[in-house]
């Protein structure tokens, strides 16, 4: 079945560097991939998404990158501050009307003072 | 604009005991509705999903059903609970659109905290 493999699990980097956190996908047939961001107790929220038409995505200091023929996605943070400190979920999923996303197993990113 | 409600926040029952969580969505029309879990400290796990009324997708066995009795409006239920069920429950909504030939992303409610004891 569809897998979306995540990396890596905890990340901690210095505040005002940046971080990276990579997935790969299995379903060849997938197109859409959305990051989301899930602070301490609370609700996953979409931050960014990328589409396969497009190969990268940049919103203020989030970045996506996508490589279909490689089946690789990735998520850059620059300048990281101490509330980017979440864990995120990579994810993919088909355009259909019955989609389903495929979520990756998480990245506990802490951004050290 | 569109909502998504979910209830309620937090709830302790004791192993053996029913559950019903109810989530409901606002301000659109057929949306996608999926139930997912999260286990402490965990990723997100895919229970069930429906695309439409009585239409049900179940995604891992378990003593767990979901129903969609109104377009907008999916319910979580389980007949005896047990300690593994302890989580965080959260409803999800997607919705496609034809017309853009788009997907857009999951809006996640606000979760259900379920303590089983």
């Known amino acids: 079945g569809e897998n979306v493999e995540q990396h890596p699990s905890t990340l901690s980097v210095q505040e005002g560097d940046s971080a990276v956190i990579k997935c790969t996908y299995s379903d060849s047939a997938s197109n859409y991939f959305p990051w989301y961001k899930q602070e301490l107790g609370k609700r996953p929220q979409l931050i960014i998404d990328i589409r396969s038409n497009v190969g990268e995505k940049k919103d203020q200091r989030i970045a996506v990158t996508l490589n279909k023929t490689a089946k690789h996605f990735s998520l850059h943070i620059t300048e990281t501050q101490p509330e980017d400190s979440a864990v995120y979920f990579c994810a993919a999923s088909r355009y259909s009307s019955a989609s389903k996303i495929i979520f990756g197993s998480g990245t506990r990113l802490s951004i050290r003072p | 604009s569109q909502t998504i409600h979910q209830w309620p926040a937090t709830l302790v029952q004791p192993v053996g005991s029913p559950l019903s969580l109810e989530c409901t969505v606002e301000?659109?029309?057929?949306?996608?509705l999926y139930w997912y879990r999260q286990a402490a400290g965990r990723g997100l796990q895919l229970l069930f999903y429906s695309v439409g009324i009585g239409q049900i997708s179940s995604e891992v066995p378990q003593n767990l059903s979901a129903s969609r009795p109104q377009d907008r409006q999916f319910i979580l239920s389980s007949k005896k609970l047990l300690l593994s069920d302890s989580g965080f429950y959260l409803c999800?909504?997607?919705?496609?659109?034809?017309?853009?030939?788009?997907?857009?992303?999951?809006?996640f409610g606000s979760g259900t905290r379920l303590t089983v004891v």
């Open positions: 999800a909504w997607s919705v496609f659109s034809v017309r853009g030939r788009r997907n857009y992303g999951y809006t």
């Open positions: 301000g659109t029309s057929n949306p996608n």
